[in-house]
């Protein structure tokens, strides 16, 4: 558990700021597509919906004015997400909204790896198997057009073995 708990420290943060993505997208408008948020600065413009580059063509590429300015992605990452300041002499503020990512992840970790890896091993596979389904429907739908959507193949016997070893 310690060498896990030492492998997992550095890690974690990056699943933290994974979750972090997932959960700032369930919104009707992503937070880091567009400016005007407490976050941006100045700086930031929307690039893709800057009007002298919308209908640009390689020749008549005239964005030189947009080379000082910054992504509203960017300034998402850099002021929201890490918020970084200054320098190492200024400390920031604790971001509290990554902090609960990082508690939700260590926690999820944790019961990941409590009963060992051959429990964390079948509930992996328990997970996977409707992405796995799906994948068959699919390839199973390009060869006999619609078809293959209609007409299911039953579950074996072992994955149900599985299902059931893995619930226990």
């Known amino acids: 558990m310690v060498i896990v708990f030492y492998c997992n420290t550095y890690y974690i943060m990056v699943l933290a700021w994974g979750f972090y993505y997932l959960v700032k997208s369930f919104t009707t408008t992503l937070p880091w597509a567009t400016c005007g948020h407490t976050w941006n600065t100045p700086d ?27 992504s509203p992605v960017i300034e998402f990452w850099e002021n929201k997400v890490l918020r ?15 902090t609960l990512c990082l508690l939700a ?19 992996w596979q ?3 198997q409707p992405v796995w389904g799906l994948h068959h429907l699919e390839y199973r739908a390009q060869d006999s057009d619609v078809r293959g959507l209609t007409t299911l193949t039953p579950v074996s016997e072992s994955s149900k073995v599985v299902v059931v070893e893995s619930v226990m």
């Open 105 to 123: 992840c260590w926690v999820l970790v944790y019961f990941c790896v409590w009963k060992g890896v051959k429990s964390t091993g079948k509930r």
């Open 44 to 70: 930031c413009v929307e690039i893709f919906r800057h009007e002298d580059c919308a209908n640009a063509s390689l020749a008549n590429l005239t964005c030189d004015q947009l080379a000082d300015r910054r």
């Open 84 to 98: 970084l300041s200054g320098g190492l002499d200024v400390p920031g503020a604790l971001n509290w909204e990554v």
């Open 126 to 128: 328990h997970l996977t």
